[in-house]
């Protein structure tokens, strides 16, 4: 069964700055997609930008991008210019192509300061 | 285009009750799914359909029964609430079960 890590439960950073959020997952299929979601503290899941596993361009959403590394397993997301509205948790997700569910990750709390 | 509705946002339960929580799609989306939310442990797959008649479960199934006899309608029933099951609840549907999921904006389950 897949599994979705992402390890920092927590950052914080100042508006304008650059933070990246790291995700890892666990998989030993060879298709499958990855998708980024902000939970802003309205609850509602919003999805930030979805990558594709056999693209080996990275996927880019305006300041949102995300490094992607297949081969270590690896789905970061980079947010440029950070913005206030910014502030959120962000969670990671995999489906497996063939397989019938979303797994996430434990979500990493983001806070913008001004 | 209201795209995933839920209602109700908010209900408080006393052990042993039933309820159901409803969910609504109007972009003609096949596949819809259930997730509970706690906190420290993400989204967690309690049900799904990949299509009017056809359901499954998913991570997390007990305690919870589900129906698509429509595609727009995905309803979740609570057939003896219990406090374990005091939880966020959001509905999502995607055109299949590969792409992007749309989420409703959630409701907020207290069991007492």
């Known amino acids: 069964a897949q599994t979705v890590t992402q390890s920092q439960p927590e950052m914080s950073v100042q508006e304008a700055e650059t933070v990246t959020l790291s995700c890892t997952y666990d998989t030993s299929e060879s298709n499958y997609y990855l998708f980024w979601y902000k939970q802003p503290p309205s609850r509602q899941m919003i999805l930030v930008i979805r990558?594709?596993?056999?693209?080996?361009q990275n996927a880019t959403e305006n300041r949102f991008s995300v490094n992607f590394q297949k081969a270590a397993k690896s789905f970061s997301l980079k947010i440029s210019d950070s913005q206030l509205g910014d502030t959120a948790m962000y969670f990671c997700?995999?489906?497996?192509?063939?397989?019938?569910?979303?797994?996430f990750g434990q979500g990493t709390r983001l806070t913008i300061n001004p | 285009n209201a795209g995933v509705t839920q209602t109700p946002k908010f209900q408080v339960l006393k052990t042993g009750q039933s309820m159901t929580l409803q969910c609504a799609q109007d972009m003609n989306h096949e596949y819809m799914s259930w997730y509970r939310q706690d906190p420290g442990m993400g989204l967690r797959l309690i049900h799904y359909?990949?299509?009017?008649?056809?359901?499954d479960q998913g991570e997390v199934p007990n305690g919870y029964n589900v129906s698509r006899s429509t595609t727009e309608d995905f309803p979740l029933r609570l057939l003896s609430a219990a406090p374990s099951q005091t939880s966020v609840y959001f509905c999502?549907?995607?055109?299949?079960?590969?792409?992007?999921?749309?989420f409703g904006p959630g409701t907020r389950l207290l069991v007492l």
């Open positions: 999502a549907s995607s055109r299949t079960r590969w792409m992007t999921q749309y």
């Open positions: 997700a995999v489906i497996i192509q063939g397989a019938q569910k979303l797994v």
């Open positions: 359909s990949v299509g009017a008649g056809i359901t």
């Open positions: 990558q594709e596993a056999y693209k080996q």
